[in-house]
């Protein structure tokens, strides 16, 4: 009996383990992504992993995948675009942040490209439901003077909004919310460029961040001038009652994160805290550059690493790594990460297909039960641009709008890379987990003719209908 019973616990057991995460995570290596990566930030929920940067343009995009090395590959799914003269443009900084059952998306956005600097202000968003991924709407803007840099973080059970805002030099600032996009005070100063190292190429504080640990409450914000290689992070910490009063927060007086020349970092900063997925680790993504004349621009890459913890309960956030350092993803991820993806219709749930595996030229590209062969799987390649360019694994071609045309019904077919916005296209969401393939050259989407099911009908692209037809879902495979 008891031979039996120890028999039956270990099958349990096996049973438990199938399926669950590796303890052995996937291997990271900087960047995890090396387009667009400045101001990154990192939520991780139900299974996934969630990245958003600023895009410098109209849109906010966000990668998802169930390991952190799985962003550096993962589609940038467009979940917002400028929807008024007034947040047009210039989009930076954006975080999301979950409250009360839905995710809140903050960020920056000027009136116009030419002129965007003076007319930053910060803006929020909201999801219609639980997907990170969206769809948002508009709900308000939280202030009227420029700012930048927004995050939220509850303490002592209230909401608070932090920024960065000018007032002769760049401070900190923050006011207290009576839910995730109103404001129930006005904004105080918290802290301001004091010390030496927070005034290299300017007098700035900004990236406000919040970590929380053992009832300990923490803000990380960036110092000096972003266009700088000794843009770095320091710390306050709340020392006193009230999150809006200065005289509450007690800074550190030397940097906690800052340039490491000996592994060629520059100018590391504007970061984001986020745990491993079964809680026993904490990590920092950042963006730095890989040389000291880089500026605040494009050329700034997204990396991700753990840091630990001092025996006087701060963080201990370590020294930025070289690119290209591999080391072990977080604890508790899955084993392994896909770089290519297949691409299933909302309607038929077939999967998008290069007819009969062909290499040539030309070759159609229709939808067919899928089957895990290569002509269905699709690298999602970042051109750097908010636009991507589907390669198929199979043929190494790429797909392409025929003959650049505009017309609805022209088809879309495999072709060798030319690099035109013809074979560029955006993934933009419509649903919870479903994207319409918008080609840039024409602005029109990917769609099963005549609505069929069946096997090899032809996918071509035609005119936003919002059907089932046109919609997709991206499953790494």
């Known amino acids: 009996m008891a031979r039996r019973l120890l028999t039956l616990l270990a099958a349990l057991l096996l049973a438990l383990a199938i399926g669950q995460p590796s303890a052995s995570a996937a291997t990271v290596t900087n960047p995890i992504k090396a387009q667009k990566g400045a101001d990154p930030w990192i939520s991780y929920y139900d299974g996934n992993y969630y990245l958003v940067t600023t895009s410098w343009t109209n849109v906010i995009t966000m990668r998802k995948s169930a390991t952190l090395a799985g962003l550096a590959t993962a589609p940038n799914i467009q979940v917002w675009t400028g929807d008024a003269a007034s947040r047009c443009c210039n989009i930076w900084?954006?975080?999301?942040?979950?409250?009360?059952?839905?995710?809140?998306?903050?960020?920056?956005?000027?009136?116009?490209?030419?002129?965007?600097?003076?007319?930053?202000?910060?803006?929020?968003?909201?999801?219609?439901?639980?997907d990170p991924t969206g769809p948002y709407s508009y709900r308000n803007q939280l202030n009227s003077a420029w700012m930048l840099d927004p995050t939220v973080a509850t303490i002592n059970g209230s909401l608070y909004l932090f920024g960065s805002a000018a007032g002769g030099t760049q401070n900190l600032v923050a006011a207290r919310m009576s839910n995730p996009y109103t404001l129930a005070t006005g904004f105080s100063t918290i802290s301001t460029p004091t010390n030496s190292w927070e005034t290299s190429g300017g007098s700035v504080n900004e990236g406000p961040e919040i970590l929380q640990r053992g009832g300990r409450t923490f803000l990380v914000y960036s110092a000096s001038g972003c266009w700088t290689p000794d843009y770095k992070l320091g710390r306050l910490t709340l020392t006193g009652s009230d999150p809006l009063a200065a005289s509450s927060w007690t800074k550190n007086p030397t940097p906690v994160?800052?340039?490491?020349?000996?592994?060629?970092?520059?100018?590391?900063?504007?970061?984001?805290?986020?745990?491993?997925?079964?809680?026993?680790?904490?990590?920092?993504?950042?963006?730095?550059?890989?040389?000291?004349?880089?500026?605040?621009?494009?050329?700034?890459t997204t990396r991700a690493q753990k840091f630990t913890w001092n025996a006087d309960g701060t963080p201990d956030l370590g020294t930025p790594v070289a690119l290209g350092s591999a080391g072990s993803g977080p604890s508790g991820e899955p084993s392994a990460t896909a770089a290519t993806y297949r691409i299933t219709n909302r309607n038929s749930g077939?999967?998008?297909?290069?007819?009969?595996?062909?290499?040539?030229?030309?070759?159609?590209?229709?939808?067919?039960?899928?089957?895990?062969?290569?002509?269905?799987?699709?690298?999602?390649?970042?051109?750097?641009?908010?636009?991507?360019?589907?390669?198929?694994?199979?043929?190494?071609?790429?797909?392409?709008?025929?003959?650049?045309?505009?017309?609805?019904?022209?088809?879309?077919?495999?072709?060798?890379?030319?690099?035109?916005?013809?074979?560029?296209?955006?993934?933009?969401?419509?649903?919870?987990?479903?994207?319409?393939?918008?080609?840039?050259a024409t602005g029109k989407v990917a769609d099963v003719a005549d609505c069929s099911a069946a096997d090899s009908a032809d996918v071509r692209q035609w005119s936003w209908l919002n059907n089932a037809c046109q919609q997709w879902r991206l499953e790494p495979v």
């Open 93 to 130: 900084a954006p975080e999301i942040h979950f409250l009360n059952g839905r995710w809140y998306l903050y960020y920056v956005a000027g009136q116009n490209v030419s002129d965007y600097n003076p007319t930053q202000r910060t803006h929020v968003l909201e999801s219609a439901g639980a």
């Open 257 to 300: 994160f800052q340039r490491n020349d000996s592994a060629g970092v520059y100018g590391p900063g504007h970061n984001g805290f986020f745990s491993s997925p079964d809680g026993t680790e904490n990590w920092i993504v950042y963006h730095a550059n890989d040389s000291a004349s880089d500026g605040c621009d494009n050329g700034r």
């Open 350 to 440: 077939k999967c998008l297909d290069v007819a009969g595996g062909s290499t040539a030229d030309g070759a159609n590209v229709q939808q067919y039960t899928c089957n895990g062969g290569a002509n269905q799987r699709w690298r999602i390649e970042d051109q750097g641009d908010d636009t991507s360019r589907l390669v198929n694994v199979a043929t190494g071609k790429v797909l392409d709008t025929a003959d650049c045309s505009t017309a609805d019904g022209a088809d879309l077919r495999q072709w060798s890379w030319l690099n035109n916005t013809c074979q560029r296209f955006r993934f933009v969401t419509t649903d919870s987990g479903y994207v319409r393939i918008v080609n840039q």
